[in-house]
Structure formats: C-alpha cells, structure tokens
C-alpha cells in the first residue's frame, strides 16, 4: 500500500515552454500533497503544500506564478513550470499523505527536469 | 524557524560494519521524527518516531528517539553494499504534516 506514482520520470524542454507533472496515490486518498525540489547533492527542498480543493501554499522564495500547482482530486495533483528556463532544471518530487497516514509522507519516484 | 542538523554528513565504510547516523532536530511543535533512504530515485520511508525510547527495528535498521535531548540515531548492523545511500532524517512540526529535512548522509559500503 501506500504507493506515489509520477509523470513524466524525465522531461527535457526547450527554455520558454511549460512543463507539466503529474502526481498520484495510486491506492489512498491524499488530503494534502507536497512538492519539493533536489539539486545535486543537496537535500530535499520543499516548494509548496497542496490541499485537495483549495490553493497551494507556497514556501518563501517560491514564485505561484510561475509553479503552479493544482489539487484537483484526492489522488492527483499537478505542477506545471511554466515558462521554464535552464536554472528551473531539476529533480522534482511529490509526497502525499493519507487522511489516516498521520505525519507519514510517501514519495513518488521523482522527475527529473532538464530545459535546454 | 524549524532546524534538522544530521552527521556525519558522509561514511565510508566496508561491508559487514555498524554503524551509526545521528539527526538533532529544533522544532517550535514536534509531531514526529521520520528517517527515509535515497538511491537514485525519491525517498524510501524506514521509520516514524514519536515517543521517547522506544526502538524501532526493522531487519539490520533500527532506530531511538531522545526528545529530551532533541535526537535521533540510525542504526545499521553487518552493513552490505546495498545499504550505500542517502539517509535523510526530517521533522514534522505542525499539524498539516510539513516535513523540514536534514542535509542527509551519504552512506558508501565497499565490498
């Protein structure tokens, strides 16, 4: 159980172009979503908080307007990068929880972002 | 602002070895401690810790919690090359479940 799934796993884009990626609890409902962001070497960076039906908080320093996030449904949310530029490449992971799930988050495979 | 500090941030070591990753943590509202392993891909969880002393084990895994002294420790017996990978500690500190990570250590075990 407890399984995150994410779409596409790589992406490369020109610069200017919009990227969207997908993520899914494939076998729970997810009440809140997270995305973050890894550079090489680094640890995980949170980016935003989805909750399913109302907007994305976003952490500091992350522009909404440009990491647009939707929660549509329980099970999926998405982040689009829009306008993506080379300093946007990076390795992008979602998490979610369940509404039993306490503070458990668990982790799609990630998507790796490359724009050219 | 919440703080997770872990060490040693890399460790080298060869198969059949213990050893041991710390994580201190300050955090205005715990909840909870959680540790999750990273090869190539996302996060896999190990372990959540709410509760003092109490060991969590799994396999050659185990993992304790102090909040009286705000850290945790990774144990990992008779290492094996399959353990190399980054271990990373986070904390949540509110109630809609934000984890704040540690930079993570990186695990090498040589055959």
């Known amino acids: 159980g407890a399984v995150v799934s994410q779409h596409p796993s790589w992406v490369i884009c020109k610069s200017g172009t919009s990227v969207k990626i997908e993520c899914r609890s494939l076998?729970?409902?997810?009440?809140?979503m997270f995305w973050y962001r890894q550079f090489p070497k680094q640890s995980l960076m949170l980016m935003a908080t989805?909750?399913?039906?109302?907007?994305?908080?976003?952490e500091q320093g992350v522009e909404k307007d440009k990491f647009l996030i939707n929660h549509a449904s329980l099970t999926l949310s998405t982040l689009t990068v829009t306008s993506a530029h080379p300093e946007d490449s990076s390795f992008y992971i979602c998490?979610?929880?369940?509404?039993?799930?306490?503070?458990?988050?668990?982790f799609g495979p990630g998507t790796r972002l490359l724009v050219l | 602002e919440d703080k997770v500090v872990q060490s040693p941030l890399s460790l080298v070591v060869h198969e059949g070895d213990t050893v041991t990753l710390n994580c201190s943590y300050e955090?205005?509202?715990?909840?909870?401690l959680l540790w999750y392993k990273q090869e190539k891909k996302a996060p896999t969880f190990l372990f959540m810790l709410?509760?003092?002393?109490i060991e969590k084990k799994s396999g050659r895994l185990s993992s304790i919690l102090d909040k009286k002294e705000l850290f945790s420790i990774l144990n990992i017996t008779a290492t094996q090359t399959g353990d190399s990978a980054v271990y990373l500690c986070?904390?949540?500190?509110?109630?809609?479940?934000?984890?704040?990570f540690g930079q993570g250590t990186i695990l090498t075990v040589h055959p």
């Open positions: 955090v205005t509202n715990f909840r909870s």
């Open positions: 998490s979610a929880r369940g509404q039993g799930a306490k503070e458990t988050q668990y």
């Open positions: 986070a904390v949540v500190g509110t109630s809609y479940g934000k984890l704040t």
């Open positions: 989805s909750n399913e039906g109302s907007k994305a908080t976003y």
């Open positions: 076998d729970f409902q997810a009440t809140t």
């Open positions: 709410t509760s003092s002393g």
